[in-house]
């Protein structure tokens, strides 16, 4: 039982490359969240699923998109990085009392 | 709108008590959440309070929810250099799924 994985754990983009962030959760969770941590910021979030094949916008989801297309997957897509989405991006997961937050990955746009 | 207030920074001897304050400004949360990131890594769920308690203990933690106030507490008694942390209060979302609103966070700073 892993919980809740992502993948890469870091990466480092130029401006105007585009990259996907993948969540995995194995605890057949229906809720599933993609947020975003900066220096000094609690988490803000950016897009949700509410189950498989639905999506909705966060308080920051401007240039991101995802797509929930299996139940375990939450995919988190950026078309065209900017410095601005530097940042350290938590996928998470819950039943209806617990979230459950994968470790992270790193994100560094130059 | 929604906002979860945290003061920054807290400083404590090892073996004393601290707490943590928290303020929120939605009263239909369900639940408010209490979590722990150590330096590089993820967010650790220490515990939960669903709505309609007062308290709630576990171990050394106490969460304490002043419903009225919207004012939630996290009291680590016996406190170890191994709790130096940042500690996030969170409230449950009304409008996003059952998203979280994070505050910005407290570091919890423990001396020898």
Same mark, same amino acid.
């Given at each position: 039982?892993?919980?809740?994985?992502?993948?890469?754990?870091?990466?480092?983009?130029?401006?105007?490359?585009?990259?996907?962030?993948?969540?995995?959760?194995?605890?057949?969770?229906?809720?599933?969240?993609?947020?975003?941590?900066?220096?000094?910021?609690?988490?803000?979030?950016?897009?949700?699923?509410?189950?498989?094949?639905?999506?909705?916008?966060?308080?920051?989801?401007?240039?991101?998109?995802?797509?929930?297309?299996?139940?375990?997957?939450?995919?988190?897509?950026?078309?065209?990085?900017?410095?601005?989405?530097?940042?350290?991006?938590?996928?998470?997961?819950?039943?209806?009392?617990?979230?459950?937050? =994968?470790? =992270?990955?790193?994100?560094?746009?130059? | 709108?929604?906002?979860?207030?945290?003061?920054?920074? %807290?400083?404590?001897?090892?073996?004393?008590?601290?707490?943590?304050?928290?303020?929120?400004?939605?009263?239909?949360?369900?639940?408010?959440?209490?979590?722990?990131?150590?330096?590089?890594?993820?967010?650790?769920?220490?515990?939960?309070?669903?709505?309609?308690?007062?308290?709630?203990?576990?171990?050394?933690?106490?969460? %304490? %929810?002043?419903?009225?106030?919207?004012?939630?507490?996290?009291?680590?008694?016996?406190?170890?250099?191994?709790?130096?942390?940042?500690?996030?209060?969170?409230?449950?979302?009304?409008?996003?799924?059952?998203?979280?609103?994070?505050?910005?966070?407290?570091?919890?700073?423990?001396?020898?």
């Amino acid at each position: 039982n892993a919980g809740v994985t992502q993948t890469p754990k870091f990466r480092v983009l130029k401006t105007g490359q585009s990259m996907t962030l993948l969540c995995a959760q194995d605890m057949n969770h229906e809720y599933m969240y993609w947020y975003r941590q900066d220096p000094g910021m609690g988490l803000r979030l950016i897009h949700y699923s509410v189950g498989e094949g639905t999506t909705a916008k966060g308080e920051v989801p401007d240039g991101y998109n995802v797509s929930r297309l299996k139940k375990q997957n939450f995919l988190l897509g950026l078309e065209s990085a900017a410095p601005s989405q530097t940042s350290v991006y938590f996928c998470a997961s819950s039943s209806m009392a617990e979230q459950f937050f =994968g470790p =992270g990955t790193r994100l560094t746009v130059l | 709108g929604e906002d979860v207030e945290q003061s920054l920074f %807290l400083s404590v001897r090892e073996g004393d008590s601290s707490v943590i304050n928290c303020t929120y400004t939605d009263s239909s949360s369900t639940y408010l959440y209490w979590y722990k990131q150590e330096p590089g890594a993820g967010l650790q769920l220490l515990t939960y309070i669903f709505s309609n308690m007062d308290m709630k203990q576990d171990q050394r933690l106490t969460v %304490l %929810l002043n419903k009225k106030d919207k004012h939630l507490s996290l009291r680590i008694a016996d406190t170890q250099t191994g709790d130096s942390a940042i500690y996030f209060c969170a409230e449950s979302s009304a409008q996003a799924g059952t998203a979280l609103i994070f505050g910005k966070g407290t570091t919890l700073s423990v001396s020898s």
